[in-house]
């Protein structure tokens, strides 16, 4: 009797999370150790076609960069990097493109209809989708203070996103599964970043919340020690006094640049936690980091 007694308290503490997300989109990028690690990619699939039985429209956006650089290895394409981003040539992008769109796609999409779901795999091209335009990043000389522009290949950013298409899976009972290759304005293809793709799509869908998956717990302070919410008006004094270092800066200045576009929230959040994603939407104190306009 007690299990079951914990059981059905469980279940009725997340009726108001349910009620709270009933109908909403939610967008969740997908990747890094939660995607490679069988038993938490079969959890995830799961949760998954939870979220959609119980009234919530998940769209998930996956990466898959250690799944590239495997097949790169295989294929003995050497990797080129300009200032610490991977320059994606002819080459690459059709093996960035094969990866992502066909192998990892499909087994997303296979595992959530596994799950008892209905899933249907898409790249940013499929109906022009993610429309993308050239990366390029300038760099000034500090000596002569002249300035370049750094060409990065078929690097792309999304300048914009038609939702129709998802409108037209999300309608039909299904999950959109996308896979970040954009289409530039003459047709050409292009390797989106997944958080940034992920982001385009949660402010084009005005998306309620958008989940990052990673392999760290969240935002942690000096000691270690995980912060579970901040406003975007924080963000520039912990990157200033160091609290925030590294790659997680630009997954900060991302995720609040998201919410001033009008998602309500950007959770950042250990996609190595079991069912990580329902413990962030459906119990009170979530898993991870939220950034919000407003902390609360």
């Given amino acids: 009797m007690d299990d079951i007694n914990t059981t059905a308290r469980i279940l009725s503490e997340a009726l108001p999370f349910l009620q709270r997300y009933d109908d909403q989109i939610i967008v969740v990028k997908y990747g890094g150790h939660a995607m490679v690690d069988p038993a938490l990619a079969h959890r995830f699939a799961r949760d998954m076609v939870m979220l959609k039985v119980c009234g919530l429209n998940p769209i998930v ?3 898959g960069g250690p799944q590239i650089n495997r097949m790169l290895d295989k294929l003995e394409v050497k990797p080129e990097f300009r200032e610490g981003l991977r ?3 002819a080459e690459t992008m ?4 094969m990866v992502l ?3 990892i796609n499909k087994s997303i999409v296979a595992s959530i209809q596994q799950a008892g779901g209905r899933a249907v795999g898409i790249s940013g091209k499929d109906g022009n ?3 993308a335009e050239k990366f390029t990043k300038k760099k000034t000389d500090p000596e002569t203070g002249r300035v370049t522009e750094i060409d990065f290949g078929f690097v792309g ?4 996103v038609n939702t129709e298409i998802l409108e037209t899976i999300m309608k039909s009972d299904a999950i959109p599964v996308i896979a970040p290759v954009g289409v530039g304005w003459e047709g050409e293809t292009y390797n989106v970043n997944a958080d940034t793709a992920a982001g385009a799509i949660a402010t084009a869908t005005q998306a309620k919340r958008l989940l990052l998956l990673t392999d760290v717990a969240g935002v942690l302070d000096k000691d270690k020690n995980l912060i579970s919410e901040l406003r975007v008006g924080d963000l520039d004094a912990l990157v200033a006094n160091g609290t925030i270092t590294g790659g997680m800066i630009p997954k900060v200045e991302s995720a609040a640049a998201v919410v001033n576009s009008g998602v309500e929230g950007v959770i950042i959040l250990d996609g190595r936690v079991p069912h990580s994603v329902l413990l962030e939407l459906l119990t009170p104190h979530g898993v991870g980091t939220r950034i919000s306009r407003t902390g609360v």
Avoid: M, N, Q
């Fill in 61 to 63: 956006v996956h990466g």
């Fill in 87 to 89: 320059v994606t040539d």
């Fill in 94 to 97: 059709s093996v960035v493109e």
């Fill in 101 to 103: 769109s066909g192998s």
């Fill in 129 to 131: 989708l993610l429309i």
């Fill in 157 to 160: 950013e999304p300048v914009r």
